[in-house]
Structures are given as C-alpha cells and as structure tokens.
C-alpha cells in the first residue's frame, strides 16, 4: 500500500512538472467527456419533456384520425370514405366498453381579430366532453354549456397564447372577438396546457362544434376531423383501441384487407415513436462523443511514449538503486489514469457549466444523470490504463544498462 501511495505521488509530481503539457493532453478527453455527459442530461431532459407533453395530450386517449381512403379501385371523389362524423363518436360512446369518454374536434387557422389586437389563431370546435378528455380546465369565466352547443351560439374559451395575441394584459371575459365576419362573445379561460409534440396547445380559441360548422367552415356538413376517446385506464388502451376500430369498421362498411377512411393512434404509439427518435439521435451523439476519446486516448498514449524516452535515463537510475519493471509500470499507469481522469474531471465541470448556460434556451431543463457521471469518471480511468499500458510496459522492460547510458 505504502508503494502505490509512493507511485501516485510520484505520477502527480511528473505531471504537475510538465503541467502545460499534461493540461494540453488532457483536452482530448475533456471534450470526450463533456460530450457524452451533455448529450446523457440532454437525452434525459428531452424525454422527460417528451413524456410530460404527451401526458399533456389527455389521459389514456386514443385518437381516431380522419383520412381518404377509396373503397375499392382507384381513388376518387365518388368512392371516397366518408370520413368521420358526430354519429360515429356517438356509437363509440355507446359501444365501446373500455372507453370512459368521448369527444370530437374540427379546426381550422383562422384570422382572429379583437379590440386590441389580431392574429392567426386555431379556431377549434369541439363539443362539451372535449375538457374532459383533453384535461383543459377553466382559468376564469366558465364553459359554454349544453343550450349554447345546441342553439349553436357564439360563444368561446381562449386559451392564454391567444389571450396575449389578442389582448395583451387585459382579461377578456365578457370582450368579443371576430372570425371571419362573425363575432363571439369570450366567456372564458383557460389554464395553459403547454407545448405538444406537434402544437402550441395554448394558442387556440374553443368554439362549440354546431357553431364551428355553421359559422366558421360551413362546408363539411357533421363530418369531423378527430375523434378521441378515452380508455377507462391505461391497461384499457389496446382494448379501447381495438373495440373503436371494431366499431367504425362495422359503421363504415369497410371489409377486412381494404383500406379504411380513418386511422387510429394513442399516447403509447406516440410515446415509442419518439423513444425511438431519441434512441437514434443518442447513438449518433454517442459515436461522435466516443471518436473524442478514442483520438484523446491517442494522444495520451503519445505523450506518455514521449515521457518514457525523455526519462530513459532516470528509469536505469531507478532500476539500478533497485526498482522492480512492475514498480516501474505501475508509476506510468497511474500517470496515464491521472492525467485522463483530470480530464474527465474537468469535462464533467465544463458539462455542467454548458447546461447552466443553455437552460433558458433549450426550454426545457437537462437532467444531470448521476450515472452519467459514473460512467465518464470510468471511462476516464478505463481510457487511462488500456492507452497508458503500452508506455507503461515498454518503460517496465527498459535495459537498465543501456538506459543509464541514454543521453
């Protein structure tokens, strides 16, 4: 024990007596280092922010997305599916055993003007089950209710993205709004939901569904553009997902092996699509990350090549006074591991410094994995011994006779 104490202070001696060079060596695996931690805090935060925004979708939905699909022979207008319609929600509601609720939305980008300002909005029409589903819930003001949906009034919830787009710090309860040529009344609104994987779901205006089909796109009759429903619990989804599709393809008339006019999807597929985005990226990073420090490995072998000849002779000297070759190598492995954990050191510092800086920008937090950091300082160590052990070895088996005459 006494021995490898002596050894490592020798090693921190050497590099601490060429300290330009052993900083200079050391960058290499600095760079390698903090590239495989960043890329470990930037993975994790991206999924954590992934998972909070497909939660933010709803709970446990299952989406039942409209899309063309001809019945049979080549496709046109005439034999065209009919798409998605209030009736069909109806039937799932009904239906569908493992469903809890159902609800249906259209939408369209509209230009939206106020008394104080204007801008492109989506204008959504959606029926009273819609909050449920989605989990939006009202700030202030309340939701339209069962007579205006019926009566087809115009009336709206905003959501706060188009809240401050159309009027900036005032509140809007009780203020009106133009679509188009018609004017709604704001009633309320609504607590912000955040950014989805594929839309600002703050930047909206919610109108009930007759009124959105009579006022706003007057032209799809009771079709809709999306159906969603929302499995009782989340070991319900597959079956949910299964008795929807049962049930549309009963309504629609569309036989086994033909296209259908509707496509289904849930958190869960969406959830391991974007696992699957990530996986790709991270390998990618990764390899990049592992280039660095095999070139910074490299580089440590050199310079530790270079340190045995500038020390031919101090090696004779010592194995003259008595030094064993295994005393000898073990001095330049842990200069080699000391110079590349200094490195992964100070790439995990450097690390956390860049996240610091970019946390505002990047919008989301990075999470600093403790077994990230686990695994650079291994890294960093296992780099040290397999680039070091040659040096190390062609010191250990220098001819001490032939070393202390080396100039």
Same mark, same amino acid.
């Given at each position: 024990?006494?021995? !490898?104490?002596t &050894? =490592?202070e020798m090693?921190i001696? *050497?590099?601490?007596r060429?300290r330009?060079r +052993? @900083?200079?060596?050391s /960058?290499?695996i600095?760079?390698g280092v903090?590239?495989?931690v !960043?890329?470990? &805090? =930037?993975?994790s935060g991206?999924? *954590?922010e992934?998972?909070?925004?497909i939660q +933010? @979708?709803?709970?446990? /939905?299952v989406f039942?997305?409209?899309q063309?699909?001809?019945?049979?022979g080549?496709?046109?207008?005439a034999?065209m599916?009919?798409?998605?319609?209030?009736r069909?929600?109806e039937?799932?509601r009904?239906?569908?055993t493992?469903v809890?609720?159902?609800t249906v939305?259209?939408?369209v980008?509209?230009?939206v003007?106020?008394?104080?300002?204007?801008?492109?909005?989506?204008v959504m029409?959606?029926?009273?089950?819609?909050?449920?589903?989605r989990g939006?819930e009202?700030?202030?003001?309340?939701r339209?209710n069962?007579s205006?949906?019926?009566?087809?009034?115009?009336v709206?919830l905003i959501?706060?993205t188009?809240?401050?787009k159309?009027?900036?710090?005032?509140d809007?309860?009780?203020?009106?709004v133009?679509?188009?040529?018609?004017?709604?009344l704001?009633?309320?609104t609504l607590r912000?939901?955040g950014?989805s994987?594929?839309?600002?779901q703050d930047?909206?205006?919610?109108?009930?569904?007759?009124t959105?089909?009579s006022r706003?796109v007057p032209t799809?009759?009771?079709?809709v553009?999306?159906?969603m429903?929302?499995?009782?619990?989340?070991e319900?989804?597959s079956?949910a997902e299964?008795?929807?599709?049962q049930i549309?393809?009963?309504?629609?008339q569309?036989?086994?092996?033909?296209?259908p006019?509707f496509?289904?999807g849930?958190q869960?597929?969406?959830?391991?699509m974007?696992e699957?985005i990530f996986t790709?990226?991270?390998?990618?990073l990764l390899?990049?990350?592992?280039?660095s420090?095999l070139v910074?490995?490299?580089?440590?072998?050199?310079i530790?090549?270079?340190?045995?000849?500038?020390?031919?002779?101090e090696?004779?000297?010592r194995m003259a006074i008595?030094a064993?070759?295994g005393?000898i190598?073990?001095?330049?492995l842990?200069?080699s591991?000391a110079?590349?954990?200094?490195?992964?050191v100070?790439?995990?510092?450097?690390?956390t410094l860049?996240?610091?800086a970019?946390?505002?920008?990047?919008?989301f937090?990075?999470?600093?994995?403790?077994?990230?950091?686990?695994v650079?300082?291994?890294?960093s160590?296992?780099?040290?011994?397999?680039?070091?052990?040659?040096p190390?070895r062609?010191a250990a088996h220098?001819?001490p006779i032939?070393?202390l005459?080396?100039?």
């Amino acid at each position: 024990m006494k021995a !490898l104490r002596t &050894a =490592l202070e020798m090693a921190i001696l *050497s590099l601490v007596r060429q300290r330009l060079r +052993s @900083l200079l060596t050391s /960058v290499g695996i600095l760079i390698g280092v903090a590239a495989v931690v !960043l890329v470990a &805090a =930037l993975g994790s935060g991206a999924r *954590s922010e992934i998972d909070r925004q497909i939660q +933010s @979708l709803g709970s446990n /939905v299952v989406f039942i997305f409209s899309q063309p699909a001809a019945k049979s022979g080549a496709k046109s207008r005439a034999n065209m599916g009919m798409g998605l319609t209030e009736r069909d929600a109806e039937a799932i509601r009904r239906e569908a055993t493992a469903v809890s609720a159902v609800t249906v939305y259209s939408e369209v980008n509209a230009q939206v003007v106020s008394e104080t300002g204007n801008g492109k909005i989506g204008v959504m029409g959606v029926d009273e089950n819609y909050f449920e589903v989605r989990g939006y819930e009202v700030a202030t003001g309340r939701r339209f209710n069962e007579s205006e949906a019926q009566t087809k009034a115009k009336v709206a919830l905003i959501a706060p993205t188009a809240q401050e787009k159309l009027f900036g710090s005032l509140d809007p309860v009780g203020r009106w709004v133009r679509v188009g040529k018609h004017p709604f009344l704001i009633i309320g609104t609504l607590r912000s939901k955040g950014q989805s994987p594929f839309e600002d779901q703050d930047d909206r205006l919610l109108i009930p569904i007759g009124t959105w089909r009579s006022r706003v796109v007057p032209t799809l009759g009771d079709r809709v553009q999306l159906v969603m429903a929302s499995a009782k619990t989340a070991e319900h989804s597959s079956e949910a997902e299964r008795q929807v599709k049962q049930i549309l393809m009963q309504r629609h008339q569309i036989a086994e092996g033909e296209e259908p006019d509707f496509r289904i999807g849930t958190q869960q597929e969406f959830q391991r699509m974007q696992e699957g985005i990530f996986t790709v990226l991270t390998v990618l990073l990764l390899s990049v990350a592992a280039i660095s420090l095999l070139v910074g490995g490299v580089g440590v072998m050199n310079i530790m090549l270079v340190g045995v000849t500038e020390r031919t002779r101090e090696i004779g000297i010592r194995m003259a006074i008595g030094a064993k070759p295994g005393q000898i190598q073990v001095q330049f492995l842990l200069e080699s591991v000391a110079l590349t954990l200094f490195g992964g050191v100070a790439g995990i510092l450097v690390a956390t410094l860049l996240m610091l800086a970019f946390a505002d920008d990047l919008g989301f937090p990075m999470q600093l994995n403790p077994a990230a950091i686990g695994v650079a300082v291994a890294t960093s160590v296992f780099i040290g011994l397999v680039f070091g052990f040659w040096p190390a070895r062609r010191a250990a088996h220098l001819d001490p006779i032939e070393a202390l005459r080396h100039e």
